[in-house]
């Protein structure tokens, strides 16, 4: 493939390309024609080369979470940038750079706390999907179209804030790091940075899908001693084991509740459980499941639109932790360059979570790879 030139022809102009559609919910989306527009000032305008398609996604598309549609859905993307906008500095046309969910703007509370993450210009807990102008830069058939958590990647050209863009390795191979901007950072990042898996541990992980999957690979790298994948689909366990985990649970073949379960084969609960399936129910699991004095539950999968999780106070008064995260805590622009980095050093093993890759065009199968739970991460090549 002749590599493109930078800057390019298109900069300043508007582009005319092709994009996903998420016109309604439980509905196919639908490859159109539509125009974005050259970046405004702080903003980046990328040309994606590959995107995973992210549980999160689904969840829209089921109506579980909502956010403003029309819209262009996909948040786990590569590509390259095309054009910056006015004072721009951190990247330039020609860099390979990584879709963030959450920004790091540097400036806010979050930001300048050491450990926070959760930029207060980030569009992904509450998502408008717009852009912080409040307009947005996708039109189609002569209507706006909403982005995605800021980000948009079901698009072959899309535009984001500065602040959402991480600049990685000019050497990283962007049909693969894609799945480091979402669904690898918040696993892994759930492990090591927000539970502090320590050597020796039990550890349980709800939901092997591409996050429990990235869980898993982070309790190992922390040298975890048992590793408990619990899942409704049976065929995600092989997987699992190859990558870690010790004992496989499917709920459905247990009279009792899966937390019982998991204190009684354990004999005092886990020290470390990550929720990376988004439904209340395996919350309050993963809670139990937990030592009642010092163990730490860690909620990592986005659960329905205005849902309340409840529990009963005792079982933190007894000592548990319950924590949550986002994108497993990274400060996204100066650590996920990082992760690329380890990956590329072969630190992380995101290839094999890569189980299938797809023309962008059909993304509909890619979504019903995910749904039948034949995958764990199919990635779109654009
Ligand atoms: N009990 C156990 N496992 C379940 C249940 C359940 N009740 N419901 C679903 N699962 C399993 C599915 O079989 C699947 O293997 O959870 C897994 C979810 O994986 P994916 O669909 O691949 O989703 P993923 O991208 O991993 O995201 C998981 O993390 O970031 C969040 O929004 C995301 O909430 C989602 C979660
Ligand atoms: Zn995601
Ligand atoms: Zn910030």
Same mark, same amino acid.
């Given at each position: ?69 029309? %819209? ?7 590509? *390259? =940038?095309?054009?910056? $906008?006015?004072?721009? +500095?951190? &990247?330039?046309? @020609? ?99 927000? %539970? ?7 550890? *349980? =992980?709800?939901?092997? $899908?591409?996050?429990? +999957?990235? &869980?898993?690979? @982070? ?164």
């Amino acid at each position: 493939m002749k590599q493109a030139k930078f800057p390019m022809e298109t900069a300043g102009k508007v582009i005319t390309c092709r994009a996903a559609i998420a016109w309604t919910i439980n509905a196919p989306l639908c490859i159109e024609e539509v125009e974005v527009d050259p970046p405004k000032a702080g903003e980046v305008r990328i040309k994606i080369i590959s995107s995973g398609i992210c549980g999160s996604d689904n969840h829209i598309l089921e109506g579980k979470t909502k956010t403003p549609l029309p %819209a262009i859905l996909g948040h786990e993307g590569a590509g *390259v =940038v095309e054009s910056i $906008g006015e004072g721009v +500095s951190s &990247v330039k046309p @020609g860099d390979k750079v990584l879709t963030i969910t959450v920004p790091q703007c540097r400036k806010c509370d979050s930001c300048l706390h050491a450990k926070g993450n959760c930029c207060l210009k980030a569009d992904v807990i509450y998502p408008v999907g717009l852009m912080l102008d409040g307009t947005t830069r996708f039109t189609c058939r002569g209507m706006k179209v909403h982005n995605l958590f800021g980000t948009s990647t079901f698009t072959e050209y899309t535009v984001m804030h500065e602040i959402s863009v991480a600049k990685i390795d000019d050497a990283a191979p962007l049909e693969k790091v894609c799945i480091l901007a979402c669904g690898v950072p918040t696993g892994y990042g759930a492990a090591v940075n927000t %539970a502090q898996v320590t050597p020796g541990s039990t550890c *349980v =992980v709800f939901g092997l $899908g591409g996050v429990g +999957s990235a &869980v898993v690979l @982070g309790c190992r790298a922390a040298g975890a001693a048992r590793i408990i994948g619990i899942d409704i689909n049976e065929r995600k366990f092989a997987r699992a084991k190859a990558l870690g985990v010790t004992d496989c649970l499917n709920p459905r073949n247990f009279k009792k509740p899966i937390q019982q379960v998991v204190v009684e084969m354990t004999g005092v609960g886990a020290d470390f459980t990550f929720e990376a399936i988004g439904t209340i129910e395996t919350m309050v699991a993963a809670l139990e499941s937990c030592n009642l004095s010092y163990g730490v539950c860690v909620i990592i999968g986005v659960s329905p639109t205005g849902s309340q999780l409840s529990v009963d106070p005792m079982k933190l008064v007894s000592g548990r932790t319950l924590k949550g995260c986002l994108l497993g805590e990274y400060k996204t622009r100066d650590h996920i360059p990082l992760l690329v980095e380890d990956y590329m050093k072969k630190k992380i093993d995101v290839n094999s979570l890569i189980t299938h890759s797809l023309p962008f065009v059909k993304i509909n199968e890619g979504f019903e790879l995910l749904r039948s739970g034949q995958c764990i991460r199919c990635v779109l090549i654009f």
